[in-house]
Nanobody
Framework: QVQLVESGGGTVQPGGSLRLSCASSGITFSVYAINWYRQAPGKPRDLVARIISAGTTDYADSVKGRFTVSRDNAKNTSYLQMNNLTPDDTAVYYC?????????WGQGTQVTVSA
């Protein structure tokens, strides 16, 4: 059974940093693109960053230059390094992959940026 588990969320002050992790099990992690989404209260779930199996990355304009997505295939884990956080980054962050036309989501981890 495929499982994704996020961790690393918390509360930070504006300008701070956090590193989120997405640990997977039940799949050959290295072949999948991993997507990171976030959802703020009352807003849709938006794609923030993604990393494909070959390591190429892509980012939403709102996080370019501040967020870095990476993966460690030996640990079956993806990371989202978030720097220079602002209150607008407050949201629940989810990792996601698509397996055989089926969406697989983690449970999410809360990130709160507040003074």
């Amino acid at each position: 059974q495929v499982q994704l588990v996020e961790s690393g969320g918390g509360t930070v002050q504006p300008g701070g940093s956090l590193r989120l992790s997405c640990a997977s099990s039940g799949i050959t992690f290295s072949v999948y693109a991993i997507n990171w989404y976030r959802q703020a209260p009352g807003k849709p779930r938006d794609l923030v960053a993604r990393i494909i199996s070959a390591g190429t990355t892509d980012y939403a304009d709102s996080v370019k230059g501040r967020f870095t997505v990476s993966r460690d295939n030996a640990k079956n884990t993806s990371y989202l390094q978030m720097n220079n956080l602002t209150p607008d980054d407050t949201a629940v962050y989810y990792c996601h992959l698509r397996q055989n036309f089926r969406d697989v989501w983690g449970q999410g981890t809360q990130v709160t940026v507040s003074a």
